[in-house]
């Protein structure tokens, strides 16, 4: 089978030691399958009672620390991890899945893919994610930036899994087309914009209603939960209502 970027991994059984370096796929696979995982990321805070050990960053990973969890498979994120840490592990005769969705049918096939690798039956809540999000939107449309960053600015450019969620939100991100996928444009070009809404997740950097929305005088804005709308994996299957609720309350 191959992964999201086209490579062919070759297990020569279904692997029994995984190890995680993507937040979002460690809920995925504790959730789905209890037990496989025997190594996580310091930033894996989800489920919140998973016990294995834990590799450092998604960054920078201690790499001698997944090898002594000796798995069969590594689970990556063409984004959030390097691809020389990927390279390493493979040459270390480690086999690594790498997925890269960038908008929800990517993000939804990619996991079925993946737990399918892992011979895990597809699970309930990945139907009930691609349940709750089958219906278009059919309210109104707002234009917004959408910051993930501050000191220095960086926001949402085009081709991004989060901005997908949004616009199926009806939020049109007004750097969509931008060629940079995180454009890092300086604070008077994001007020020249004239969004109609400022959205502010709580992570990568943690937003809040002090720290965010008064860069934006007189523009609404809205806080919103950071897994939600970056994560996939379970919490797909809430996503859609929590964040129109919030977003409502911009």
Known sequence: MRDDLGTEVHLPAPPRRVVSLVPSLTEAVAVSAPGLLVAATDYCTH???????????????ALDGV???VPDLVLANAEENRRADVEALRAAGVPVWVTYPRTLPEALASLERMLARLDVPAPPWLSA????WARPWDGPVRRAVVPVWRRPWVVLGGDT???DLLRRLGVHNVYADAAD????????ELLDRRPDLV???????????????EAFPGVP????????????????????TLLATQLAAG
Not at 129 to 132: D, I, S, V
Not at 181 to 188: E, F, G, H, K
Not at 202 to 210: G, H, I, K
Not at 221 to 239: D, F, I, K, M, N
């Open 47 to 61: 489920p919140g009672d998973l016990d294995v050990p834990r590799v450092g960053g998604t960054r920078f990973p």
């Open 67 to 69: 090898l002594s969890a």
């Open 129 to 132: 994610a691609g349940a709750a």
């Open 161 to 163: 899994f989060a901005g």
């Open 181 to 188: 996928r995180y454009p890092r444009p300086p604070l008077p």
């Open 199 to 213: 959205v502010l997740p709580d992570e990568p950097y943690a937003f809040t209603v002090a720290d965010g929305p």
């Open 221 to 240: 804005y809205a806080l919103v939960s950071g897994r939600h709308l970056t994560w996939y994996g379970p919490s797909l299957a809430e996503a859609r």
